[in-house]
Every structure is written in C-alpha cells, then in structure tokens.
C-alpha cells in the first residue's frame, strides 16, 4: 500500500494543494493527515474541505481543538490564539461537525497516527528530544507510529539501523509541516510511506508562498504570520 502523510496544514491552502497535486502523480492508495488543518493560515474552510474530500484517516490537533473550543485557545502562542478565534468565527457548520469527530488517535492496519505524542495525545506534549522520542515507544504497539506537532521531520528507530523499514523494527516518524515548516526550510514537508517496498521517505517542495502570505495580509491576520512561511520558522 502506498501511503501519504501530511501534518500541520494550518489553513495554507497553496501548499495543501500543491502537496495533494504531487500526492496524486504519487499513485498513493491512502492518504493519513495528523492534524492542525486550520490555524495561522487564511484558508481554513478550504483545507478543511479538502482534508474531508481526499484524507483518509485524520486526527484532531491542538489548533483544531482550540477552534473547536475557543477557551483553550489561551494555551495557544499570540499569533496562534488570534488566528484560532477568528478561524473559530468563519468556520463553516460542516467543517465543525467534521473537526468535532476527529479522534485523537486512529489505529490502523500497521500505523497509530497522533497528533502530538502517543502517550498522551490529548495533552499535545511536544516530542523536543531523543529522550522524549524514545520514551514513546512503549505507548503503542504498531510498526509505526506518525506524529506531528512540532511542525519538524524526523524519524526515530527503536533501535540504531539504516533507515528502509523491516518486519522487526518500530518507527517513530514525524513527516513535517505542510503548512508551516520550522526546521529552518521553507519547503512544505510530507512523508511518504511504501509498504510493499518497505521504504519510508519525506518530501520536501517549494510552492507559492507569496501566495499563502498575501492571502494573511489580506485577511489582515498578523503580518509576521506570512513572513515566517519565508524563514520556515
Ligand atoms: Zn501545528
């Protein structure tokens, strides 16, 4: 089965689309989304609409819940609360019933997909370190478990081996952002996952941020919003 998974799409419909465009010369069978499809970008309702057209599994993420329920909004970084309270006043009906489903955690045939941490995933706990990521694995059972969160890609073996995935080993993987990279790059960020080839790989792509960025200017949301999408930080 081949498989995409995208994170982190906070309301960036230009690098959604231009992701879900690449996706599909991918001939995947699935597509996995980790969360926060809304949040500091201009576009909510779109991602949303389009996460609910063409995800096949997808969990809530913090920025999620706190649109949802705009007093934990508070918890969120300045820019990230505005944006969650003013998203929370756009969002459609329909896209509300549909963050309002989303489950924390989904399990599937090989995969547990979490938005933060498999430990807690309702606590949006950051995964910072080795040590954090180590300590994760005993909080599930699958081959491999995929979160997001940290906006930062990177993969973490439950023991030290070259990266292509076998029966006995177990993977943490965060696939990065597509909506807002913080790894210092401004590339929107999936992974991709085949598992007949038992390969794991992450993508990265340039796409019209000038677009994404004169889309939060012109929505009048914070300005520094569209700047960050340039340093990918
Ligand atoms: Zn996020």
Sequence with gaps: MRIAVISDIHGNLQALTKSLSIIRNLRVDKIYCLGDIVGYGANPN????LVRQYADHTVLGNHDHAVLFPDYARYLPS????????????????????????KYRVETDICTLVHASPDK????????????????????????????????????????????????????????????????????????????????KNFRFSYDIDGAAEAIRKSKLPKALGKRLYSGY
């Design 79 to 102: 820019d990230g609360k505005t944006v969650a309270l003013w998203t929370a006043k756009i969002l459609s009906s329909e896209n509300r019933e549909y963050l309002m489903n989303l």
């Design 121 to 200: 995933p309702e606590h949006w706990n950051y995964i910072n370190s080795l040590e954090e990521a180590g300590n994760q694995f005993e909080h599930f059972d699958k081959t491999i478990c995929f979160a997001g969160h940290t906006h930062i890609p990177f993969i973490c073996r439950d023991d030290l081996q070259s990266f292509k995935f076998d029966k006995e080993g177990r993977y943490l993987i965060n696939p990065g952002s597509i909506g807002q990279p913080r790894d210092g790059r401004s590339q929107l960020s999936f992974g991709f996952l085949d598992t007949d080839a038992r390969e794991y």
């Design 46 to 49: 779109e991602c949303v609409e």
